[in-house]
């Protein structure tokens, strides 16, 4: 007599086909929410803007593939209770994280990681039924269009040919047979094919060392500085008081304020760093920091394709890296509460008064940027109320949050003082973009 075990008994049985095809969907949730905790460490080691925006938009798009695979997963019987990733994958996704240039860990991703899951997502296709999973294979056509693009997106910025960086080249060749050679142990994503042993003297890289994030962020060819904010038109290129002095002309105001947002790229690389940090953390909670960091790259995309129309040398503009160099050496959870209760919710009085002052200039593109800045802002700080206690407790903290806010932001003032203002500025002031360049670019000789 064969021992009746829950997966065989005969309810199991009669649902066999629905569970089966549910635990692949399972597989692909927990794949496309470890490529979101995951890939979100490339974003700020590589250096192109355009990159790091597209690493934003992909992350968002997986986050919402996961989110969709969870919904019409608990339609089916045999999804499973949580949202835990098993060891197996996840083991995958923080090993991918692990070289130690960004560049390389990009060509895991995308040359081995992203094809696996478009294979995965072509196996559940080819193995479901057409007619009786219609709303699965709906979801998973259009997530295979998603995956292609992705690919196709990226492709331009893995070509490291041998010639021009010929160690980069050499190590993402054999990091990403590495990479293969752990997801063939598991004979992908979806077990569709027979599991090939490890190689013999394959280790682990995460088993031996664990991830940090640099101490600082990379911003390729851009030159740098500690921050764009000052009081003195001769250093930088905002000036914070010009911003709501009532004498400034407001097309000084809509060049800063494009300054402004494009410099949210901070943002970007400093949440960017969060995901990784909280493995445990709900879905939900990635889901909308995955939705914060696009919008983030967003606004940061206003500025950068806004400034040289009006006649900025985007070459000239110091990227100023403080806020990042700073949050870095504090734990996640006080990272997103300065994030949201103090840069966010502080922000708005500002962005009011220089929004009136644009609206002078009758820009509808400056209006529509920043009524949408504004929108997306508000969300980031609800955001904050929705998802800071849980960031908290999972990290232990147990005081109120209005406490632990204050304290974080007396720690965040102590921590300015011994790694802020080191970024000397790459640019020596006659090369660089000053207030008192804007002035002459928007044609307003004195303030
Ligand atoms: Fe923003
Ligand atoms: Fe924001």
Same mark, same amino acid.
């Given at each position: 007599m064969i021992a009746s075990s829950p997966s065989s008994s005969a309810p199991a049985r009669r649902m066999a086909a629905v569970q089966e095809m549910a635990g692949m969907l399972r597989l692909l949730f927990e794949v496309e929410r470890e490529f979101v905790r995951t890939a979100t460490t490339l974003i700020y080691r590589v250096g192109e803007p355009e990159l790091k925006y597209l690493l934003c938009q992909h992350v968002w798009e997986s986050a919402g593939h996961a989110r969709f695979l969870r919904e019409r997963g608990r339609e089916l019987s045999g999804f499973g209770k949580g949202e835990g990733v098993r060891d197996s994958l996840g083991g995958i996704f923080s090993e991918a994280v692990m070289p130690e240039n960004g560049y390389v860990?990009?060509?895991?991703?995308?040359?081995?990681l992203k094809p696996a899951?478009?294979?995965?997502?072509?196996?559940?296709?080819?193995?479901?039924?057409? $007619?009786?999973? =219609?709303?699965?294979k709906k979801l998973v056509e259009e997530f295979m269009a998603d995956e292609s693009r992705h690919g196709d997106e990226i492709a331009s910025f893995l070509g490291f040919s041998p010639a021009s960086a010929p160690a980069v080249a050499a190590s993402a060749s054999e990091w990403t047979a590495h990479l293969s050679a752990a997801l063939s142990s598991l004979g992908g994503f979806l077990g569709e094919n027979p599991p090939v042993p490890l190689p013999p003297h394959f280790t682990w890289a995460h088993s031996r060392e664990h991830y940090t994030h640099p101490f600082t962020c990379n911003r390729g060819k851009y030159p740098t500085c500690s921050s764009v904010f000052s009081e003195d038109p001769a250093e930088t290129p905002i000036v914070?008081? =010009?911003?709501?002095?009532?004498?400034?002309?407001?097309?000084?105001?809509r060049l800063m304020v494009y300054v402004w947002l494009m410099m949210e790229m901070d943002a970007v690389d400093y949440l960017a760093t969060i995901f990784y940090d909280t493995p445990a953390a709900p879905?939900? $909670?990635?889901?909308? #920091?995955?939705?914060?960091? =696009?919008?983030?790259?967003?606004?940061?995309?206003?500025?950068?394709?806004?400034?040289?129309?009006?006649?900025?040398?985007? #070459?000239?503009?110091?990227?100023?890296?403080?806020?990042?160099?700073?949050?870095?050496? #504090?734990?996640?959870?006080?990272?997103y509460a300065m994030m949201t209760m103090e840069f966010e919710a502080g922000s708005f009085p500002t962005k009011a008064t220089v929004m009136d002052r644009v609206r002078e200039l009758n820009d509808f593109e400056a209006d529509t940027l920043l009524a949408f800045d504004r929108n997306d802002e508000q969300n980031h700080v609800r955001y904050g109320h929705r998802w800071l206690p849980e960031i908290m407790?999972?990290?232990?903290?147990?005081?109120?949050?209005?406490?632990?806010?204050?304290?974080?932001?007396?720690?965040?003032?102590?921590?300015?003082?011994?790694?802020?203002?080191?970024t000397p500025h790459a640019l020596p002031p006659g090369q660089r973009l000053t207030a008192d360049k804007i002035l002459k670019l928007a044609g307003a000789n004195t303030l």
């Open positions: 860990a990009l060509a895991g991703f995308y040359r081995v899951l478009l294979t995965a997502y072509r196996h559940y296709l080819h193995v479901t039924d057409h $007619l009786a999973d =219609w709303p699965s914070r008081s =010009w911003l709501v002095d009532p004498k400034t002309d407001a097309r000084v105001i879905f939900d $909670l990635h889901h909308d #920091m995955a939705r914060h960091l =696009w919008d983030e790259s967003r606004h940061s995309q206003f500025g950068y394709r806004q400034l040289p129309k009006l006649g900025v040398d985007l #070459m000239a503009l110091e990227h100023s890296l403080d806020l990042y160099n700073i949050l870095v050496r #504090m734990p996640p959870h006080e990272r407790a999972l990290f232990g903290e147990t005081r109120p949050v209005d406490d632990f806010v204050r304290a974080t932001q007396e720690k965040f003032k102590q921590l300015a003082a011994v790694y802020g203002g080191k």
